[in-house]
């Protein structure tokens, strides 16, 4: 049976994050489940009813694996391809955003303990489930043909999907590194 709420899974090993970020996540609207590792992430994704997946997991990169967010990207698309996944990371490393969005996030963010974090999340998370829309309305409106189409556009998808992903995360970066000049110039 389908949620009223938007349902995100929340990953992460650091219980001040795991007690921070779903509750604003909450506050926005959405039900929020929490996991403290990807392997109980992986528990969590499976005991979903078919049909029902996450719209969004949000996950931190390491845990108690240094690509433990890699993990859980992986679990998640192999359950449900439609799922967004947003990788969090207190170690911004362009490496590893380009390779999460190669494998098909949709978007990586720096935890910086700057106020307002929270609240871009939220956004991230908004801009993810509108996209998750789209796609369930393409997949419903093509219907059986979407697996062919599907399978002959991977090839070219996983090329532009990485050149975008390489752009998407270089803007990012750029943001970041923006916003982080801005703080510093500005005395307030």
């Not at 938007?6 to 992460?12: G, K, M, S």
């Not at 996540?25 to 392997?39: I, K, P, T, Y």
């Not at 380009?98 to 998370?125: C, D, I, N, Q, T």
Request: charged share 25%.
């Amino acid at each position: 049976m389908p949620h009223s709420k938007p349902t995100i899974l929340f990953v992460d090993d650091d219980e001040s994050i795991r007690n921070t970020y779903p509750l604003h996540l909450r506050s926005a609207g959405f039900e929020v489940d929490v996991a403290e590792s990807e392997e109980r992430a992986a528990e969590l994704i499976n005991l979903r009813e078919p049909g029902c997946a996450y719209e969004v997991v949000v996950t931190d990169m390491k845990m108690s694996s240094p690509e433990g967010g890699l993990i859980v990207l992986k679990d998640v698309l192999s359950a449900d391809l439609t799922t967004q996944v947003i990788v969090l990371t207190g170690y911004a490393d362009l490496t590893q955003a380009v390779g999460a969005m190669r494998m098909g996030a949709f978007g990586y963010m720096a935890k910086s303990g700057e106020p307002g974090e929270s609240a871009a999340l939220v956004e991230h998370v908004k801009k993810a489930i509108q996209l998750r829309g789209a796609q369930l309305y393409i997949f419903r409106s093509l219907g059986p043909a979407i697996g062919d189409i599907y399978a002959r556009l991977q090839s070219v998808a996983d090329s532009a999907n990485e050149a975008l992903g390489q752009a998407k995360t270089l803007l990012d970066l750029q943001e970041m590194m923006l916003l982080q000049s801005q703080r510093k110039t500005d005395p307030h």
